[in-house]
Structure formats: C-alpha cells, structure tokens
C-alpha cells in the first residue's frame, strides 16, 4: 500500500510517547528556513489514481537534468558499463537471491561471490578479499576497526585529510564513544606530507589510513607512508580508486596490510549516489580478522568443483564475544556486476579506461584554465579528477548556472574544507568527449559574473 492511515488515537498515543503536545508542536523541530511555509495545494478525498496524477504534473515542474553531461565524482562516478552487465546481473536467479546461509542450495550464488573475490585479488594484488561491504565508508570504518584489533593498539589512528571527508566523518561517528584518538593529517598541494605522518605516529598508532589518488584526486605517496607506519608497528591502510590500478601500482605491491575501495565504478551506476559496494582485501595473516565472509573452492565427494562459506566471521555465525565485526550487509548483485565488469574489460580495457580518464582530466583543467577566472588549485599528479579555484569565488552560482545549461560541472568543496570554499572539484571519465569537455570550458567562462578573455 502506498500508505497507511494513522488514526486520531494512533496520533495521540505516539505523540505522548514522544513528548509532544501536537502535531504542529511536533513540527517545530523543523528550522523555518526548511519548512514550506503554506500547504500543498492538493484537493481533498483524491483517489489514489488522480493523486498520482496530480503528483506527477507536479513532479514536471522540477528541472529534469536526465540528458546532463556530468563532471560529477567524489566516490561516484559515471563510468561506461558494458551491456552484458546489465543482462547477467538482471537475471532471476540472480537479482532475486539473497544471503546464502545453506550453501548446498546457493552454489550460484557461491560461485559467483567466489569470482569476485578472486578478481579483487587479481585486481589488488592482495592475498585475500571478503565477499563485499555496503560501500567505501563502511569498509574504511571496518579496515580501521580491523587494524586496531590486529595491533591491539587503540590509543591513535592517524588519518590523511584528503582522505573522503564523508569517510572520515563515518570513522568519527564509528569513534564517538571509544577511547581511539582520530589525528587527522593536514594535507601539503594537495597530499599528505610523509615527514608529517612521522611526526604523528607513536607506539599508540594503530594505523596510518591514506587514499589514492585522494578526494583531490592526487597521487598519495603510499608506498613510502606505509614503510613510515610499519616502523612504528602499525598497519598501513590504503583506499584506492579500482580503475586507476590500470596504471597505478597495486596495494599488494606497496606493502599495505587493509586495501578497501568504494566499488560503484566497477559496473554499477551513478543511482543518486547508492547503493553501491564495499570493497575489503588484506594479508593472508589477517584472515581471521576480515569481516563479512569469504566463499572458497572445494569438491564434493564425488570430486565434483563445489563452493561453501569458508568463513563467515560475523556475529550472527558465530558467538557474539567471538565476531570480529557485527556488519551484516554485503552486497552481492554489486560485487556480481563487479565481477561481470571486470571480466568483460579485461586488463586491456582497463587500462584503456584508466589511460582515457588520466588524459581527459589534464586536457580538461587546461581547457577550464584558459580562463583568467580559474586556476588548478594543487600541482600534484592526478588520475581523473582535480581541483579548480573560482578567483571569483562565486562557486554556488557558477556551478548554478552550468546545471541550467545542462551541465553538472563539480562538487563544491566549501562544505568540507573553509580553505577551498572558492573551489570545486571537476571530474572526467572516459564517458565524457573532447565536445562536452570544451562545452563545459566555455559555459563556465561564459558564466555571469566572470569574464570571456582567456589568459
């Protein structure tokens, strides 16, 4: 049902329960600033036929931006997904299926986890991959809560700043109520200074937790970071961008001991930012500490090739004194289109894909600089996205009005961090064409206020 009436006593009785006095009392919670401030403009007794109707020419008053080119990125990205995803995913036995408790009845289900985790390996150059998280956040918070368990030190975790800001702030909430300190890590034209990662790190450090390329979209220094943290005996945990492995060294070839990533790029779609996937991979000695659960290969015993759940380590599997984490959501049809992804690309198409976004993020910023108005704001390497500096500093506006042109051109940064409140963050796929690329250059410079004189 669409809905279901609340009758006058049902209201009374949640309102006591609460506290409130009355609906509109209730209501006053809400800042005027988000309040309507009139009712809607809907006749009474409507069926829910005509309601709908009513609804839906409503609804055609909204800017509708299904055809905009986007620049969108930040963790969500409009990535090309090759159509046979769309099939294989869509498939009943698939799309329908949930967590396999009874192995012996969910040997697709198995199999198909089983090659996702062997691809992330592949892809990773780590030892072992759990069978996925909900997404990036998530699987960083657990990485962390893995790596302090692993130590066995929970006095500091020593985080980069152009670590994901919304990652970050899901670690402060995982960290709320526990004695762990969260030292963040300023970051230096656009990275994290090494020398700074050494001066926070003590014999309290559980981990260093860095992200490459970052949310800037620079290339971190992660290999030398994490010899800085293991001589301190911590772990070095590393968030990475899964298409630039293309052409970036691998975590497994770094020495990092937690690898996770935000998945969405691997065959999914944007979705308005969710659901996407978690992605979690270690060394082969913290096995026992990885959350969620892990599909092997055995036979049966007519030495038929079969898959069981090797090790399911979450709290609804085992005693609860004994789980290593109580996450219970994994998301199998995102680890399946992963997985689809990945083996229709290939290592030659994805490092097509890599070559395309790297190439078309420099053409880009040097196309949006040729505007007096705009300048790349860091000079550190990056994969495909960047940092552009309104001189205007009318970036609320200026991203306005690229949307009314049917352009999302970036992320504004100012929510996250008041020193690049001037600044937005512009990415590039391979999706997006030299055409829309310089569309975007000169919408931008044609936008009100800045100036049409390139330098």
Do not use: H, K, V, W
């Given at each position: 049902m669409p809905y279901v009436l609340n009758t006058t006593d049902d209201q009374r009785a949640m309102l006591?329960?609460?506290?409130?006095?009355?609906?509109?009392?209730?209501?006053?919670?809400?800042?005027?600033?988000?309040?309507?401030?009139?009712p809607l403009d809907i006749p009474l007794a409507l069926t829910e036929m005509e309601l709908a109707q009513v609804m839906g020419s409503l609804s055609e008053k909204n800017l509708h931006m299904e055809n905009a080119v986007s620049f969108l990125g930040g963790g969500s990205y409009d990535h090309f997904i090759p159509a046979v995803v769309d099939t294989i995913a869509g498939r009943g036995e698939f799309y329908t299926s949930y967590t396999p408790y009874q192995p012996e009845v969910s040997q697709g289900n198995l199999q198909a986890m089983f090659e996702y985790q062997s691809l992330i390996c592949q892809l990773t150059g780590m030892d072992v991959s759990n069978a996925s998280l909900y997404d990036g956040g998530s699987a960083t918070a657990e990485a962390v809560l893995m790596a302090i368990s692993a130590t066995r030190r929970s006095g500091r975790v020593v985080v980069a700043e152009s670590v994901h800001p919304e990652y970050r702030q899901v670690l402060q909430t995982y960290f709320a109520n526990l004695e762990t300190e969260l030292v963040t890590i300023p970051v230096t034209d656009g990275i994290v200074d090494p020398a700074s990662i050494e001066q926070a790190v003590d014999e309290e450090t559980a981990c260093v937790l860095l992200q490459s390329p970052n949310f800037f979209g620079c290339i971190e220094e992660v290999e030398e970071i994490t010899r800085i943290a293991h001589k301190a005996g911590a772990l070095g945990c590393s968030i990475f961008d899964p298409i630039s492995l293309a052409i970036l060294k691998r975590p497994g070839e770094m020495d990092v001991d937690i690898a996770v990533a935000e998945g969405q790029s691997l065959g999914s779609p944007m979705l308005y930012g969710?659901?996407?996937?978690?992605?979690m991979t270690c060394r082969e000695s913290f096995v026992r500490r990885l959350p969620g659960r892990i599909s092997g290969q055995t036979v049966d015993r007519q030495g038929n090739r079969c898959w069981v759940l090797t090790l399911q380590t979450r709290e609804q599997h085992i005693r609860r004194e004994k789980a290593t984490s109580n996450i219970c959501t994994n998301q199998g049809l995102f680890a399946l289109r992963a997985a689809v992804y990945l083996a229709t690309m290939g290592p030659q198409g994805l490092l097509e894909t890599a070559m395309l976004c790297t190439r078309k993020a420099h053409y880009a910023a040097d196309q949006i600089c040729q505007s007096e108005r705009f300048e790349r704001v860091f000079d550190s390497p990056v994969f495909k996205e960047f940092v552009i500096r309104d001189r205007l500093g009318e970036v609320a506006p200026l991203l306005e009005h690229a949307a009314s042109e049917h352009i999302l051109a970036g992320i504004p940064l100012g929510n996250w961090y008041d020193q690049l409140a001037d600044c937005f963050l512009v990415t590039t796929t391979e999706k997006r064409t030299r055409e829309e690329i310089d569309r975007l250059a000169r919408c931008l410079d044609q936008a009100p206020g800045g100036s049409t004189d390139h330098a």
């Open positions: 006591d329960a609460i506290g409130a006095g009355s609906l509109e009392e209730l209501f006053e919670m809400i800042p005027p600033s988000l309040q309507l401030g009139r969710g659901p996407s996937l978690g992605i």
